[in-house]
């Protein structure tokens, strides 16, 4: 056998084993962390669940849970009532990490905030939790000095967290 030969044969293995490998597989969270203004995820987006805004005297929004079909995406919306330029808004959102344990479960919870003045309307990142991926989601209102004002959450004292199956 020639040399060439042997190279021609060598390389028709090489690529005959590659095409034998799987492809990498699509990321499990295509869309954590990003905008779904820029993703175009609001596009088809509605409100899977509300809850309000509130302290023990007043309501001070309505946080909205937004769901996209298309990308499979959940992400928080705060629309505060009462606004006050001082005061600003936490939304959170977290669902079971990606991460597996190697157990056959997953590695705590993925959690994102994103805080904005508290006036009008805001949202936070979006997470990928696909169909009945539960998770949960809390907005919190503060004063200027830091102290909590307002809550979503049945639990008083303050517990922000609402979960959403």
């Known amino acids: 056998m020639t040399g060439r030969r042997a190279l021609t044969l060598l390389a028709a ?3 005959v084993a590659l095409s034998a490998v799987p492809a990498e597989a699509a990321p499990y969270d295509p869309y954590t962390g990003s905008n779904p203004l820029t993703t175009g995820c609001q596009s ?3 409100t899977i669940a509300t809850r309000p805004i509130r302290s023990q005297q007043a309501t001070y929004g309505t946080m909205e849970v937004r769901y996209s079909p298309s990308c ?3 992400w928080v919306r705060a629309v505060i009532t009462v ?4 005061n600003t808004v936490t939304k959170g959102i ?3 990490s990606s991460q597996p344990d190697g157990q056959g479960g997953w590695l705590g919870y993925y959690e994102h905030y994103e805080t904005d003045p508290a006036v009008g309307s805001s949202f936070g990142m979006q997470v990928y939790a696909p169909g009945s991926t539960c998770i949960s989601v809390s907005s919190v ?3 200027a000095s830091g102290q ?3 809550y ?3 639990a008083f004292p303050y517990d922000p967290w609402v979960s959403i199956c």
């Open 13 to 15: 293995a090489i690529t």
């Open 44 to 46: 088809d987006a509605v």
């Open 72 to 74: 499979g995406t959940n």
């Open 83 to 86: 606004p006050n330029a001082t």
């Open 94 to 96: 977290r669902r079971p």
């Open 141 to 143: 209102v503060k004063d």
């Open 148 to 150: 909590v004002v307002a």
């Open 152 to 154: 979503t959450g049945t």
